[in-house]
């Protein structure tokens, strides 16, 4: 990363010293840092010892020629522009300077205000540098945290966290199962100031029922049967740092009340104690469920909702991450085959192919598992399709039409291939036609229950009623959506 503008620092290469004092004094004027060296050697130390932002180089040096140093700098791939000074006006040697990576060529006398014209644009584009290196480093990243995956969908995910971190405003992640909820929650406590202290997790849908108020608040000795000695929860030991909630929708409706209590007064009492105690918590919590359709069906509270949903959060199914699925799936595969002693460096082209291509209905998780699974149970240096679960072998395409079928009308095409044109004709219809009565098909199978077909076509029920309202507004019956 480049150093920012403000302070810039220019090396001066020049022999003769009534010229290169001359220069300096009319640079650090405008409020440059100037070094001088009066030779190559002189300015090759420099460049070792120090970061410029522009080398001003003299072509004539008594000890070398002043390409030898840009030679140096390019070689060395030293990151400063260089503007090559010399008294020989000649195009061949501006040619040869630009050629060896000089980013500009002043002729002896140099003019001053052509010198501050020529300092300033170099300065300007590392400017303009600067704030691209800055850019990308925080719109473009290849993952965060724990987290894979330079997607743009990802990129928002990412800002969001690194924007909210230090907040202690709740976040509330939603996303489908697997979509790595639990990994943002970790980022968004590693990324806050309160990283030093616990993030404690409960997961709401894993812990009975009856045991979940005290896995939160913790219990006194003899509170209930089994309860033999004085335990704290969640509660107590998040004090100072995180409580993430995982699947929340699945709490009971009752503790949700005291859930409430808790987050707007700070204060809880263990489960058989009168006692009330006070801690600092920054709430973050997540559900693969639509927390607003839970709210509907009665079984989330819309108090405890409108408190926890602060930040909203969504995490985007892997199959709307575009590259992300191989971006991780790589990852993965050197990791699980690394752990299981296996020598496995990467997939075979058509596998890559099918992976993209599989809607992943169970996220990263499933991914995981398939190439857990592949490693485990093949061998080799590249997974091949055979290796492939059953799974990802049902959106293989068709096989090709059996040889006892009318023999087709030859056609000429630029692959060599041939197609039946009437079969073709009769029996291939636009894909969004296709796709229409195939869910509306899957609507009619599942008795008009739409979030059953979303789930048996392994679509979410949102992009079912997206289409479905698409082609009722649509004033041609049969329109692509
Ligand atoms: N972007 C990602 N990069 C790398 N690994 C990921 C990513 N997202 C998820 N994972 C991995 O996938 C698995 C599932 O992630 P996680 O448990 O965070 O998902 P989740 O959304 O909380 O799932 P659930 O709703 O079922 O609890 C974990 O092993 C996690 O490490």
């Known amino acids: 990363m480049r150093e920012r503008v403000g302070n810039t620092s220019i090396l001066l290469v020049e022999d003769s010293l009534p010229l290169a004092t001359l220069y300096q004094q009319y640079l650090e004027a405008q409020g440059h840092q100037v070094v001088l060296a009066a030779d190559g050697q002189q300015a090759l130390q420099a460049l070792e010892s120090q970061r410029f932002h522009l080398v001003l180089l003299d072509l004539s040096l008594p000890d070398m020629h002043g390409f030898d140093v840009l030679r140096h700098i390019k070689q060395q791939a030293i990151d400063v522009s260089v503007v090559v000074v010399t008294a020989n006006d000649s195009a061949e040697v501006a040619m ?30 590392h400017h303009l540098a600067d704030l ?42 939603t996303g489908e199962s697997g ?23 409960i997961n709401c849908a894993a812990i009975p029922r009856d045991l979940m108020e005290s896995e939160i608040f913790g219990h006194m000795k003899g509170a209930f049967t089994g309860a033999h000695a004085e335990r704290d929860g969640a509660a107590t030991l998040a004090d100072g740092g995180t409580l993430f909630l995982d699947e929340l ?4 409706l009752d503790l949700q009340s005291k859930l ?14 009168s006692v009330s105690q006070q801690v600092d918590i920054r709430f973050v919590c997540a559900t693969n469920r639509d927390p607003l359709d839970e709210v509907r069906a009665g079984r989330f509270r819309e108090d405890l909702y409108y408190r926890l949903h602060v930040i909203p959060l969504r995490l985007p199914p892997l199959r709307e991450r575009g590259g ?3 971006q991780i799936a790589r990852k993965l595969l050197q990791d699980i085959s690394a752990r299981e002693g296996k020598a496995f460096e990467g997939f075979a082209r058509d596998v890559e192919a099918i992976m993209q291509a599989y809607p992943w ?4 998780r499933e991914l995981e598992n398939v190439i857990m699974n592949m490693v485990v149970l093949g061998e080799g240096t590249e997974i091949t399709q055979a290796m492939l679960p059953e799974s990802l072998h049902r959106i293989l395409p068709a096989a090709p039409p059996s040889a006892s079928g009318p023999e087709p009308e030859r056609a000429g095409s630029a692959s060599g291939a041939s197609f039946d044109r009437r079969q073709a004709d009769s029996e291939i219809r636009p894909l969004w036609l296709e796709e229409k009565r195939i869910i509306e098909r899957a609507i009619a199978l599942c008795g008009g229950n739409l979030p059953k077909a979303a789930a048996l076509l392994e679509v979410s029920a949102s992009t079912l009623y997206r289409k479905r309202q698409a082609w009722e507004k649509s004033p041609v019956e049969d329109a692509p959506v």
Do not use: W
């Open 96 to 125: 040869d300077a630009v050629h060896l990576g000089a980013v500009d060529f002043l002729t002896k006398p140099i003019d001053a205000s052509r010198l501050l014209v020529t300092v300033n644009n170099v300065l300007k584009q």
């Open 132 to 173: 691209l290196d800055s850019y990308q480093q925080r719109y473009e990243r290849d993952g965060f945290e724990d987290l894979i995956g330079a997607s743009p969908v990802m990129q928002g995910v990412y800002r969001v966290i690194e924007s909210a971190a230090s907040s202690r405003a709740s976040i509330f992640i």
């Open 179 to 201: 979509t790595g909820k639990e990994l943002c929650a970790e980022a968004i406590h590693r990324r806050s100031d309160r990283s030093d202290k616990p993030l404690i997790t």
């Open 249 to 252: 929708c699945e709490m009971d």
């Open 260 to 273: 409430l209590r808790f987050i707007q007064s700070g204060t809880f009492q263990k489960v058989g104690s």
């Open 324 to 326: 992300d699925c191989l």
């Open 361 to 364: 209905p169970g996220n990263v």
